[in-house]
């Protein structure tokens, strides 16, 4: 947003009470003996407050941490910018120590705090960490839904039946209310919203509080929109109705310019979708600009007759949303025509912070996919004179955060529940504030996106980044754990790597990661505010407990094998949902989801192509193989055939085939055979004149990997041999052809 004058930047102290909860919960109990000991690296500083990279308010703060070592803990102190503080320690057991030092004021501006402890054995342990201090003061107006949260907004800064008359629209429907803003502006009144079809109570509350008695409450659209039953809810609590409306929106929004007084400007934007409206509400309702609507193609005669004598159109948005066939005829009219747009409605927001004359001091902050949140906050800003920055719901877009970089913002508005905007991205909107370091240009996973393992998470900013001046956390459920933080490939990307996460949820249950810092390029700092949303939704390798011992069961109740099941999802298990998605048909991806387990449910044991008698049976098309008797499947075994491409390796070369056919086993080595394309373990030969065998192998994937043999796990091998399943002279069927590679 493009700064007009200096400012004083005399800024409230604000406590940031919701940044606050989620750390307060930390501050004060350390975890217990064995579970420090199991989950973290120890000697070690954890659990620190401010949390690396946050951003606090002005005044006294606490700066608190966790010391854990297995020899106990002897002392500890916290220093601020190299300056020791008074320290306590408030709570701890033979391994843990939580410490406190209060800080009695702070300067706006990036510190440096230090925890260092000295723990039974004599050792010293330091952490260092980065945070910043702010005096813009963020708040956030919000209700339990979009009618009491337009209530919030319109009773700020309010006193009762302080107004001399308010504005009604619909809260379920855009048409009608998009012109609202510049009205309210006008008459000095809220605009709150309404169900359509009577008058909500939290509104008529709102009403006789905010309005003063006998005041005139404006509704915006017909009967359709708001009915009659509003209007007589209105008149009930002693107000006069006026009601603006024409046969549609355009009609509708040019009724409403008409009651505004005359202005030598007017703005135009679609009427067919908010977003370009809504990012010019504020800074036109300001200036006393009526905004008129047009679709896309064609200019409605009600929107043309409306322009006439107005000396200058500000279209907003490109000409998707305006087409230039229209730009032309608004220019036929008024003569004289401005296009602010951007390459979305994010960027369309900035531009026109940018263009008009608006007070940099006040932000307001609002979701960008809904209208209600923002058309109320719009109204409310421009009593200001400031501006409205659009967002999505869990990330700020970098034109939304560049329009916030590097002014005089003294107070951000958040408009709407964490739903509508959550914590991390109003978190960010604040440090945009400050930021004049790279952007986040790309991250993997996506904020807000459903992971269902921990590996890594990967930031990718605009510019190299000075890793070692980085300060970063990331928290499960809002307990740190430990993490690598690194250079990726390109010193523009930030690695961190979960090296520790001893986490185990329930199936399918959301769990937050939240990382948090502050990083630093050669022009200056970015801060760092992300949520993700871990959820397990398959149970996997590594997991254990009493569902994974059912899944085991009822594989081997169906015949694929895994030993015996003991709880815990080992390669084994992996092995065996894979044989079984395989025959199913489904991703074979060796994780018991959703999908898996309900299919588990209804399975049926696999049926042999082959019947009579004793056989081995390898379907190359689903990449198993089955041990049969007399048209019943006995066990099922995930396996890896020929790959079926050519090779040239020192052992030899050809096409990696496994030939289909009748065969019989013909020879065995009960050990391991180094052959010339690689290990063998306890082969049995059933095509003798090529080679081919049924062997176990370090790696069974899902797919046909092999030179030509058949692959099966060590284990699975030894099973055979146990049972005497491959005997000299047994018969093998093998037929169908390999699968596509996934």
Known sequence: MSSTHASSRGRRASLLTALLALTTMVAVTPVADADVVR????????????????????????????????????????????????????????????????????????????????????????????????????????????????????????????????????????????????????????????????????????????????????????????????????????????????????????????????????????????????????????????????????????????????????????????????????????????????????????????????????????????????????????????????????????????????????????YGGTNAVDQATALTALGAVEDDGPRIVNEVPAASEEINSLDQIQLHFEHDLQVQHTSITVKIDGREIPVDVASGDFPSTLVLTISAADIDPPLFEAIPIRVTGIVRDDAGWTHVDRVFTYRKIAMSNGDSGTEVRQVQQRLIDLGYWLGTPDGNFGSLTVQAIMAFQKYEGLNPSGTADAVTQERLAHAQRPVPANGGGYHIEIDKSRQILMLAQNGTTLWTFNASTGSEVPYNEEGGSGTAITPVGNFTVCREVNGKREADLGTLWRPKYFHCGRGIAVHGATSVPNYPASHGCVRVTYAAMDFIWANDYMPIGATVHVYGTIPPRR
Do not use: C
């Open 39 to 414: 989950t973290r690296p120890t000697p070690a500083v954890w659990d620190v407050l401010p949390v690396p990279g946050e951003i606090v308010s002005l005044g006294s703060y606490t700066l608190a941490g966790t010391a854990l070592s297995p020899h106990g803990i002897s002392s500890v102190q916290i220093s601020l910018d190299g300056a020791a503080v008074p320290t306590v320690i408030v709570d701890q057991n033979s391994s843990a120590a939580r410490a406190h030092a209060t800080v009695d004021s702070i300067a706006v501006g990036h510190h440096i705090a230090s925890f260092e402890f000295v723990d039974g054995s004599g050792a010293t342990i330091r952490r260092d960490w980065r945070f910043t201090a702010t005096d813009v003061d963020l708040t956030r107006h919000a209700g339990a839904d979009r009618i009491a949260t337009a209530v919030t907004i319109a009773s700020r800064g309010r006193q009762s039946q302080e107004a001399p008359a308010a504005v009604l629209a619909r809260a379920d429907d855009f048409a009608d209310a998009l012109a609202g803003a510049p009205l309210a502006h006008h008459l000095d009144g809220p605009l709150l919203l309404t169900d359509g079809d009577a008058l909500s109570p939290a509104t008529g509350a709102a009403l006789t509080n905010l309005v003063a008695g006998g005041g005139r409450v404006h509704l915006l659209g017909g009967t359709a929109a708001l009915s009659t039953a509003v209007a007589d809810g209105v008149r009930e609590l002693g107000f006069q109705v006026a009601r603006h409306q024409g046969a549609n929106r355009y009609e509708t929004a040019a009724e409403i310019a008409g009651v505004i007084p005359a202005s030598t400007e007017r703005v135009v934007a679609s009427g067919e979708a908010f977003p370009d409206a809504l990012s010019v509400a504020a800074p036109a309702a300001a200036a006393g600009m009526p905004i008129l609507l047009t679709t896309a193609t064609s200019l409605p005669a009600a929107t043309r007759q409306a322009l006439q004598g107005a000396a200058t159109a500000t279209i907003i948005g490109g000409t998707a949303a305006v087409g230039q066939a229209v730009a032309d005829e608004i220019d036929d009219v008024v003569g004289d025509v401005d296009r602010i747009q951007g390459a979305d409605r994010y960027e369309t927001a900035a531009a026109v912070n940018a263009a008009f004359d608006v007070d940099p001091t006040v932000v307001g902050v609002a979701n960008g996919l809904s209208f209600a949140d923002a058309l109320a906050g719009a109204v409310d800003v421009a009593r200001d004179g400031g501006g409205l920055v659009l967002t999505k719901p869990t990330r700020l877009p970098n034109a939304s955060a560049d329009s916030l970089r590097s002014t005089d913002t003294e107070v951000v508005r958040i």
